[in-house]
């Protein structure tokens, strides 16, 4: 009677797993509900909070925390609205994306990138002190995810690479644009702009695929 190698079958479990992951990995059904609920969740209880606490930190009276509940809590139905909107029409034309670019954790759905514009965002608001300060770490955040894009794209064959210029430029055009709008027009830029850092990706992607890339 033959005794399976221990070894072989922990491979074999390892294999199965990994394509049981791959499924729920690319099924945008099994996974939009859970990011509705974290994403949008998120935004909903963090807002509200980065916008008292900045307040708190910037103004020292919590009598004005009372004032600014229902202005914050509009600010995170809206623009976490706005945000949820553009991840699922950007996931219904990424399906390359996560077929093709098997590359690092961090970046292998667009929830990896853009939970570190979120966090890096929230921090920042904190450390700065200032709600009204937040035009100084979006210019800053998108060469940054161009960078990410960029470093780890090396270590999947480059197909993130020809995004991270374009999420690059975007920094840049964004920090000229900030001159220009005040700050709710400057909210309503980023998400626009963020969900076409997101279409480039996917556009780049989709055509590296038409044509054999993979």
């Known amino acids: 009677m033959e005794h399976p190698n221990p070894k072989t079958r922990t491979q074999e479990a390892l294999a199965s797993l990994a394509e049981i992951q791959n499924v729920i990995d690319s099924s945008h059904f099994i996974e939009f509900p859970y990011q509705v609920l974290f994403a949008y969740g998120a935004l909903i209880l963090a807002m509200p909070a980065i916008e008292l606490g900045t307040t708190y930190l910037t ?9 600014q509940w229902t202005v914050a809590l509009r600010h995170a139905v809206v623009y976490g609205s706005i945000f949820l909107a553009v991840k699922f029409f950007v996931l219904r034309f990424t399906d390359a994306w996560k077929a093709g670019a098997a ?10 990138i853009q939970w570190i514009i979120l966090v890096t965002g929230g921090v920042m608001m904190i450390v700065l002190g200032r709600a009204e300060r937040i035009d100084l770490w979006i210019p800053i955040l998108f060469p940054l995810t161009g960078v990410l894009f960029f470093v780890f794209g090396t270590f999947s064959k480059g197909p993130m690479k020809a995004t991270a210029w374009f999420q690059v430029g975007l920094g840049l055009v964004y920090g ?5 709008f005040s700050n709710e027009r400057l909210w309503v830029t980023f998400f626009v702009l963020f969900g076409l850092s997101f279409l480039g990706c996917g556009a780049a992607l989709f055509a590296r695929r038409r044509k054999g890339g993979g």
């Open 59 to 67: 103004f020292g009276n919590p009598a004005l925390i009372g004032n």
């Open 103 to 112: 590359a690092h954790p961090l970046i292998r759905s667009a929830a990896g």
């Open 176 to 180: 000229l644009l900030l001159k220009e």
